[in-house]
């Protein structure tokens, strides 16, 4: 059966520097083990699969893998499947929302504006634990007088997030050679001197058996933002930057919408066709 499928380019303006991703239009039919085994295959950050909404409020439903578990949220795949869906053919019950669906339930995105950006999920604030704060800080080689302030954020995903002095302590960081008994997805932030291109720099460094950084998350830029809205630090828009180090040019718009917080970012279609598997 011939397929859909669209690969995209999520949070850059400039085409192959943002986080590609693989859409599947018409996921139906399809089982787990396929739409694993075909993430496995495109061997991206993640590949979605696009199906028909259960509930009745939603555009579309999506499920997202990555090449070895599927996700119950991740924000450069809501942003890259909304506008893959658009350019579809895809018309939102309301015009200027789209809503998807998706394991933690409805994700709300604005497409009425110059980029798409998405309604942040709800996200749980926790201590982090001191022992686990410790072993983060000696695996990245990071100055514990460089970290500001540290916490646990749950949106789906759990990150283990510490604020760092700046932006030069967060693109210093160097987790070379470490590796912990279980996965751990560690977050960093740090602010830029004012007048900078972006706000700040954000990175996203996962451990476990070897260590693999990822080129843009919104997911971790949405967790970040909910937190810097509970703590009263969120009171405009900002840039965060984030790939640097790999060589990607990511660009997360970060603003307040009243209780919101919006997650926006460009996206580039890049290849369209159809597939058979």
């Keep these: 059966m011939q ?7 999520v949070f850059s ?3 192959t520097r943002g986080n590609g991703l693989a859409v599947v239009l018409d996921g139906e039919g399809l ?35 990555t090449t070895s578990r599927e996700l119950p949220f991740a924000g450069h795949p809501t942003l890259g499947s909304c506008m893959s869906w658009l350019h579809a053919g895809g018309r ?3 015009p200027g929302v789209v809503r998807q669906e ?13 980029r798409p950006a998405f309604v942040a999920p709800p996200t749980r604030v926790e201590p982090l634990d001191a022992a686990r704060l410790d072993s983060a800080v000696k695996a990245l080689r990071i100055d514990p007088a460089d970290v500001l302030r ?34 751990r997805a560690i977050g960093l932030l740090g602010a830029h001197p004012a007048g900078s291109e972006a706000d700040v720099e954000v990175r996203m460094i ?14 971790l830029n949405a967790a970040i933002a909910c937190w810097l809205q ?21 660009r997360v718009h970060v603003s307040p919408r009243g209780s919101d917080v919006m997650i926006g970012g460009d996206v580039r279609i890049l290849i369209e066709g159809t597939l058979e598997f």
């Design 31 to 65: 089982s787990d083990e396929a739409m694993q085994r075909f993430a496995v295959w495109t061997n991206l950050a993640e590949t979605t699969f696009l199906l028909p909404p259960t509930d009745a409020e939603a555009d579309y439903r999506v499920r997202i893998f």
């Design 150 to 183: 540290s916490a646990l954020l749950t949106n789906g995903p759990v990150w283990e997030f510490l604020e760092l002095r700046d932006a030069a302590a967060v693109l210093a960081a160097d987790a070379t050679g470490a590796s912990f008994p279980e996965e």
């Design 206 to 219: 996962d451990i476990w058996h070897g260590i693999k950084e990822d080129p843009i998350t919104g997911s």
């Design 102 to 114: 998706c394991a933690v339930g409805l994700i709300e995105i604005d497409v009425s504006g110059e």
């Design 230 to 250: 509970a703590e009263g630090r969120l009171d405009a828009p900002y840039v965060a930057a984030q790939g640097t180090r790999i060589g990607r040019h990511g």
């Design 92 to 94: 939102p019950r309301t």
């Design 3 to 9: 397929r859909r499928f669209i690969q995209c380019d």
């Design 13 to 15: 303006h400039l085409p």
